[in-house]
């Protein structure tokens, strides 16, 4: 179990609404700012995450500072990526007030998460594995994912809050009804699992969505090809843009007849059945028809 760090307290309801009035911060719906006032759902996202003393994790949108001391209150070395400029400045103060040793353990980027690069966080973060702990902005969570899934190979885990539904499809497994594009892409880096539901009242402003939690883990590096990724999801955009559609129909001029029996992919499929690891085969499949 976790030692967690006394000299660290974490926010509550009061706490928060004091920080933003004294910061002349409101949350504002464009950039999805909904900031957790129970330090309970705080520890739990924490707990779920399995953050120890000296994990290397990565949080996106760490706001007012909620679920930053969270982090920072197991020890953990934290780099926290927010937009909003008034929020990226007033977190060191609010980390200073509330952790004794939180401000040597936190580096602050104030930028836009779908334009981070390996090179603008820390080197360690290109030589670690990391992990990912965030309650994300709910209107751009799947891609901010997919981006980082993408750019940083190191990134091991995640465990994030999402808006329910978008909770759903991400876990979503073949066949299922709301299994779409984000499900098959995210499947191609590792296993996402549904990791509990977190209740409107947590949050200030209280949401007018559910919201829940989501875990993943990484499968091994070696067993997705990534210089075929970009292909393979040109397959899975395509077919799932026209999902009550069959595979010959919706992939007609992608897919020929012999790369389906070359992968032994029946073309009367839809798209909404097919895991990653057979778009992947009918990708292989069509190279090699083409060869």
């Not at 309650?135 to 994912?145: G, H």
Request: proline letters at 5%.
């Amino acid at each position: 179990m976790t030692q967690l760090d006394s000299s660290t307290t974490l926010l509550g309801a009061s706490d928060i609404r004091r920080i933003a009035a004294e910061a002349g911060i409101s949350p504002t719906k464009k950039l999805g700012q909904n900031f957790v006032i129970d330090p309970g759902t705080v520890r739990r996202i924490v707990r779920e995450a399995g953050i120890e003393a000296d994990d290397l994790v990565l949080e996106v949108g760490p706001g007012l500072g909620s679920l930053t001391l969270g982090i920072l209150e197991c020890d953990a070395e934290l780099t926290a990526v927010e937009i909003d400029r008034s929020l990226a400045r007033r977190l060191p103060q609010t980390v200073a007030a509330y952790s004794e040793t939180g401000a040597s353990r936190i580096h602050i980027i104030n930028q836009d998460a779908l334009a981070i690069k390996p090179a603008d966080l820390p080197d360690e973060y290109s030589e670690r594995d990391f992990t990912l702990v965030a309650n994300l902005p709910y209107n751009v969570a799947t891609p901010i994912l997919l981006t980082l899934l993408q750019r940083f190979s190191h990134l091991d885990r995640f465990l994030v809050m999402v808006q329910k539904e978008v909770a759903d499809r991400l876990v979503a497994a073949p066949g299922s009804k709301i299994y779409g594009a984000p499900s098959a892409k995210i499947a191609w880096y590792g296993k996402a699992a549904p990791a509990g539901h977190i209740g409107r009242n947590v949050f200030w402003p209280a949401p007018n969505v559910d919201s829940a939690l989501v875990s993943f883990e990484r499968r091994h590096r070696e067993d997705r090809i990534s210089d075929h990724r970009d292909s393979v999801f040109a397959l899975v955009d395509a077919a799932f843009q026209q999902r009550r559609k069959t595979l010959h129909a919706a992939l007609r001029g992608r897919i020929g007849d012999y790369a389906y029996q070359i992968s032994g992919i029946d073309p009367t499929r839809r798209g909404e059945t097919l895991t990653i690891e057979e778009f992947l085969m009918l990708e292989q499949a069509a190279r090699q028809e083409q060869a």
